[in-house]
C-alpha cells in the first residue's frame, strides 16, 4: 500500500517545540484508539495531496518555516516514508516523527541516515493493557524496542501520553513513569473531546488540571523534563 498525504497544516507553533513546522498527515494507522482526534485521517477515503503540491508550498515558504512534522495516522507503516523525508531534508528543513513506536527496525533506519531530528512516541498504558486500549494486536516488544532506540538515538525525543479516565489510570500513568524513567522528556496530555473523536463526543472524559498536577509531582523527578 502506498503512502498517501491527506492533510496538511501550513503553520503550526505548537507541533514542533520551538519551531514553526507544517504538519502533514499521512493516511491510515494500525491503531484504533478510542480518544484519536484524527479518526477522519484513519480511515479516510478522500483524495490525497499530491506530492509536488505540498513541496511548491515549502519552497515558497522557506523563510517562515523552520521544519515540516510527519504526523498521521501512522508514518512508519509505509516504506516510502523515507523518501519523502530524505525530500524534505534536502530542501533544508528540520524533520520531526511522530510515531506510536510499532515500528522500530523502520524507525532506526531513519535514524541511521540522519532523516530525524525530533521524535514524539506515544506511550498509550501500562504494557499488559495495551491491547485494551489501542483496538488491536500489539508486540509490546516492538513498543519497547522503539523506546531504547529512541532514548539512544542522541536526537531530541519526547515520550507522552494521552490521559482519558475511561483508559488509563494513576497506576498506568506511574508504571509507564518508571519503565521511561532517566528519559529526557515525558508530556502528559489531557484528553481534549470533539466532533472528530474516534468514539464520538461526550463519551470519554479528560482529567481534572488538579490530577494531572498531582500525578506530574509524583513523577516529575524521573525525568529531564516533565510537562503537562
Known amino acids: 500500500m502506498a503512502m498517501e498525504i491527506c492533510e496538511m497544516e501550513k503553520s503550526s507553533f505548537i507541533d514542533y517545540p520551538d519551531k ?13 484508539c478510542p480518544y484519536c482526534h484524527n479518526s477522519h485521517i484513519v480511515d479516510n477515503d478522500k483524495s490525497h495531496i499530491n506530492i509536488e503540491e505540498i513541496f511548491k508550498f515549502l ?3 522557506k523563510k ?13 507503516l509505509y516504506d516510502d516514508i523515507y523518501d519523502l ?29 540522519n532523516l530525524l531530528d525530533y521524535i514524539a512516541m506515544d506511550i498509550k498504558t501500562s504494557f499488559d493493557k495495551y491491547e485494551d486500549v489501542v483496538n488491536s494486536i500489539v508486540d509490546v516488544k516492538k513498543i519497547k524496542e522503539s523506546i531504547q532506540i529512541i532514548r539512544n538515538s542522541g536526537v531530541d525525543y519526547e515520550f507522552r501520553t494521552t490521559l482519558c479516565k475511561e483508559l488509563i489510570d494513576k497506576e498506568d500513568i506511574l508504571n509507564i513513569a518508571e519503565y521511561l524513567k532517566g528519559s529526557k522528556k515525558y508530556i502528559l496530555q489531557n484528553f481534549r473531546d470533539g466532533d472528530l473523536v474516534m468514539v464520538g463526543k461526550n463519551k470519554l472524559h479528560p482529567y481534572e488540571n488538579e490530577k494531572i498536577n498531582e500525578i506530574k509531582e509524583e513523577i516529575k523527578d524521573l525525568f529531564e523534563i516533565c510537562k503537562v
Open 64 to 76: 517562515f518555516i523552520d521544519a515540516v512534522t510527519i504526523s498521521g495516522g501512522e508514518p512508519t
Open 20 to 32: 514553526i513546522s507544517t504538519v502533514l498527515f499521512i493516511k491510515g494507522c494500525n491503531f484504533k
Open 85 to 113: 523525508i530524505k525530500e524534505i531534508k534536502d530542501e533544508g528543513f528540520h524533520v520531526k516523527l511522530d510515531t506510536n513506536g510499532t515500528n522500530p527496525n523502520r524507525i532506526k533506519k531513519l535514524l541511521e541516515n
Open 59 to 61: 519552497n515558497k515558504r
